[in-house]
């Protein structure tokens, strides 16, 4: 059993409603995060009271994906669409309506594309017509219906030959990322999977779902169930281990952030429903570095240290 471990928050303030969504910002101390106000906000981890509205649009956004090399920021809203925003012009350069439902993750799966997981059950792929030219567009290259129930999260393996799923209908689905055939299929949890992270150094595939269980999967063996245990009462809407390899954070509905010690998954740190942590569900978590950042429908987004 691993020894206990203090944590301590700092509240970063600027979102009028739940926050949904995470994202790598800019530079390695950096960080974006959306959600029901329809407000993209940067921020960096050393000025908390200075956070820089990128984008706004009329409504819910579910995820975000800032495009560096391109200078662009992809937003998805609950409503399914997906916006383009040039963020040199700050100006919006296209609108793509294809999911019928909510786009739930946004991830770059080469320097060329990028996947969205729709609430439709549908997985899209998408390309960059210009490269890195300015007038760079979006367009579509393959949809691909996996399930009748929402696909809530997507993963890229650290060395980017593999893609999992988090599918409603209770399966995590593995793809090899060129012509997305599919390589594994994993069923565990019951009422559906909604949230994959694979463990940067080891060949696990960890999953979240509305059950409240973490399940671990190896993913050189067949996919073959390694470990499950029930963490969280409720939907976990988020699980992943820091860089260094030493702690699993997970969040969920029940409003609480749990650590684990990544090797033996004991517990090892959980917050309380006070101004301390979160006060109501939380949607998102992000790792930067070993610095853990976790977003709620408190309309807070708070950066942690341990």
Known sequence: MSAKIEATSIAYQGHTAAVYALAT???ERSFISAGG???????????PDQGRLLAKVSDAIYSVLLDNERDRLLIGTGAGRLHVIDLQAKAEVQVVELHRKGIFRIVAHTPRGFLCAGGDGILSVWGWT??????????LQRQIPLCDEKL?????SPTADRVALACGDGSVREFEPTLFNETLRMVGHSGGVTCVHYHPNKPVLISGGK???LRFWHTHEDGREVHGFPAHKGSIYAAGVSSSGTQLASVGRDSLLKIWNANDLSPVHRTTRDRSGHTHSVNAALWLGDTLITASDD???RVWTF
């Open 25 to 27: 910002g800019p530079t």
């Open 152 to 156: 809530r999260d997507i993963a890229l």
């Open 130 to 139: 210009a490269g890195a030219d300015p007038a760079a567009s979006v367009e």
């Open 37 to 47: 106000d329809g407000q993209v906000i940067a921020w960096d981890l050393d000025t």
């Open 211 to 213: 059950d409240g269980e």
């Open 299 to 301: 309309r807070m987004v």
